[in-house]
């Protein structure tokens, strides 16, 4: 599906709006600051997922209210403080169609917010995983005026990233660490090993707690390697974190790429 093809699904009118900047980790950080050149009066808005991120996460937001010169709002859930609320309200990790988390989290508090008449921001570049993740939220909200600034730009993350440091602007420290994104730490989106060997090595109390609640809720969330089946097909053997081997490398592919948006299902990092 092209995204040329997808945004003219329905032509639809809802008349003048808001421009609503959705923020978070650094492709968004970006978007937000193109975006604000050239139309001050966007608003630049934020789902503030309390402890569920790195403390510094919350510094980045504040740096870029002082980089965008203007505040940033900030949305949260009204019935979850964090994303482990929600899992063991749930009694729920992750499965085929996301985790419970982003629904209550990001999907709720931008519904309560959002207006049929405004004008959707999002950080997607223009990578290829990432316009194929703006070509399912196109498909998925057919009536939402959306745009991807980064991708109309031909903006990848590795860009992102670079103009990031020319303004000056520290990124999230999690990238530094070698995660591939700020998404919460102990993402059950996840399904890399090395993903959750690096959350072992990084953030051991994390990593328990979710190993935990693994196998408290039956979520076996990790790909431990992969077999052919009777036809021949090859498929995912899944297990517990707990199973992950000692020495499983900490090397997370597309290191410094990658986010949570309102579009993020299970995928393997």
């Not at 923020?23 to 808005?45: K, R």
């Not at 965008?68 to 309200?89: H, M, P, Q, T």
């Not at 036809?231 to 410094?256: C, H, M, W, Y």
């Amino acid at each position: 599906m092209s995204r040329e093809r997808s945004q003219m699904t329905l032509d639809l009118d809802w008349g003048q709006g808001r421009r609503l900047l959705w923020v978070d980790g650094v492709n968004s950080a970006v978007m937000a600051h193109l975006v604000l050149m050239d139309d001050p009066d966007a608003i630049p808005v934020h789902c503030d997922l309390g402890t569920s991120v790195h403390e510094d996460s919350h510094r980045f937001v504040n740096d870029l209210e002082q980089w965008y010169g203007k505040e940033i709002v900030r949305l949260r859930s009204e019935e979850f403080a964090n994303i482990d609320e929600v899992f063991e309200r749930r009694k729920y990790l992750s499965g085929m169609n996301g985790a419970p988390c982003t629904g209550y989290m990001k999907f709720d508090p931008r519904e309560l917010f959002e207006r049929p008449s405004d004008l959707h921001h999002w950080g997607y570049t223009a990578d290829k995983l990432d316009a194929k993740r703006f070509d399912g939220m196109l498909a998925d909200y057919p009536f939402m005026k959306q745009r991807a600034p980064l991708i109309e730009m031909g903006m990848k993350k590795r860009d992102t990233h670079a103009l990031l440091r020319q303004h000056g602007i520290r990124r999230p420290i999690v990238y530094d660490l070698g995660f591939p994104n700020g998404n919460c730490i102990g993402c059950v989106k996840s399904s890399s090993p090395n993903y959750w060997a690096l959350i072992r090595k990084e953030f051991p109390e994390v990593f328990e707690r979710r190993a935990d609640q693994c196998r408290r809720f039956g979520a076996r969330l990790v790909i431990l390697g992969r077999t052919k089946d009777e036809t021949g097909k090859t498929v995912n053997i899944r297990g517990f974190l707990d199973e992950i081997p000692a020495d499983q490398s900490t090397k997370v592919r597309g290191a410094d790429f990658g986010g949570c948006g309102f579009h993020c299902k299970s995928e393997a990092a």
